[in-house]
């Protein structure tokens, strides 16, 4: 009873440990464009030059993932992150004294490449030690960390410009990070001196305590998409990641843009605008939530990315033909979509990794979708860019094309899931 109780209270810890890693990834190098006003005004910078470090981190970033997830089998992934992670948290700190762009580019290049393993680790640091019970919650909690990465980087870039030190943010995020990355290395060493069967135990109780019928469903008992062969297996991982780059693409360019374009088609003041920056990603942390909930509940998660691909695109057509009504429903609808992308996203990046963790190497695969859908991140703002020179009409009719090319992928992924007739 001692263990169990232990191994519950650390498995809680580590689920906390991976969220806070994974937020302060994001407000590791989104500190950087958070203070762009700033670091324009100090180093002199035009607005395409200043883009350039991000987008070769972004780059550097997806790349290293796509070589991880060949390795992510072989390397001791608590060792790697110790090393990497602490590396990058150095390098965090160091952003606060750079002396112009040059030092920018170098910097987050590196970061790029020691922060490409942290999502995958963290997913096959959870799928390993905890409960299968738990790893709803883990989804949950990690998934959450990316727009709370975000609000953390904005509230930090509040207090420290206003303070006229906005070199104090990178020194405040890089400390904090170090210290997040501690607590995460201290809580899997106590798990991995617990014995494994306790967390069977564990999901023993769970069912027993619902009569067999659990709340939480114990993910890997379904074998929903089987695998059975080779092609099969590489078929799988294409439409996955083609899923998984639309899905982001349409996620990045309609949450990064929503300032921009309340400048453009309402003439907001760019304060006001700016101010959606740090709010937008509290409310889009809910689609996510909600996702995960209703997987636990519907055993056919494929099947319901299809309910919100087409909710999706319901609201884009809505979006294309009512953005410049009111700047009120403008707001209302880019949220919602952002809601939608981001939970289709979050059924192929994490529970689809938690629901086949018996199928495929978490790690492997987690790198391989977090570096397709950074692709994704990565080529928004060159589309948009485009684009919106022409008119946001164009840019909201291109990112609906892309939202009806990822229902027929979704689709197509559909036709593989079929259950296995043995299971």
């Known amino acids: 009873m001692e263990q169990k109780l232990q191994y519950k209270r650390l498995s809680n810890l580590l689920i906390i440990a991976c969220f806070l890693m994974v937020a302060f990834m994001m407000a590791s190098k989104f500190i950087y464009t958070a203070e762009m006003v700033e670091i324009l005004d100090k180093f002199g910078f035009q607005e395409s030059q200043f883009t350039l470090p991000i987008t070769i981190y972004f780059i550097v970033y997806a790349t290293t993932q796509l070589l991880l997830a060949v390795f992510f089998k072989k390397i001791n992934i608590k060792i790697y992150l110790a090393l990497t992670v602490s ?13 112009g762009l040059v030092y920018f580019c170098i910097v987050l290049t590196i ?21 299968e019970s738990m790893i709803p919650k883990a989804n949950t909690f990690m998934t959450c960390g990316f727009p709370a990465g975000s609000v953390v980087t904005y509230c930090i870039a509040s207090i420290v410009v206003a303070m006229d030190a906005w070199w ?22 106590k798990l991995e001196r617990l014995p494994k069967h306790v967390a069977i135990e564990i999901d023993q109780e769970v069912r027993f305590k619902n009569k067999g019928q659990s709340s939480v ?39 990064d843009f929503i300032p921009k374009m309340l400048t453009d088609t309402f003439g907001m003041k760019n304060s006001l605008a700016i101010i959606f920056s740090a709010v937008v ?37 809505a979006v294309l033909y009512g953005y410049s009504a009111n700047f009120v429903l403008a707001i209302v609808l880019l949220l919602a979509t952002s809601l939608f992308a981001r939970g289709i996203n979050a059924i192929y990046e994490t ?18 979708t977090n570096a397709i859908a950074s692709f994704g991140a990565a080529a928004a703002p060159f589309i948009m860019g485009r684009t919106i020179e022409i008119g946001w009409s164009l840019s909201y009719t291109v990112i609906l094309i892309e ?9 197509l992924l559909l036709i593989f899931c079929v259950r296995d007739k043995k299971s």
């Open 403 to 411: 939202a009806i090319a990822l229902a027929v992928f979704i689709g």
């Open 217 to 255: 469903n114990i993910s890997t008992n379904i074998t929903l998409i089987p695998l059975q062969s080779k092609w099969i297996k590489i078929v799988f991982y294409i439409l996955v990641g083609v899923i998984c780059f639309l899905a982001y693409t349409i996620y990045s360019s309609v949450i």
């Open 281 to 317: 990603p509290i409310g889009v942390a809910f689609g996510p939530i909600v996702v995960i909930m209703l997987c636990e509940k519907v055993n056919n998660y494929i099947a319901l990315s299809i309910v919100c691909v087409v909710g999706l695109i319901g609201l884009l057509v």
């Open 168 to 189: 104090l943010g990178f020194v405040i995020i890089g400390l904090c990070f170090g210290i997040v990355l501690l607590f995460f290395c201290t809580v899997v060493s």
């Open 351 to 368: 529970v689809i990794i938690a629901k086949m963790s018996r199928q495929i190497n978490t790690g492997s695969f987690a790198a391989y």
């Open 87 to 99: 590396l990058s948290c150095v390098l965090t700190v160091i952003m606060a004294f750079s002396t």
């Open 111 to 131: 970061n790029g490449i020691l922060q490409a393993g942290l999502w995958a680790g963290c997913m096959y640091t959870a799928t390993k030690h905890l409960p």
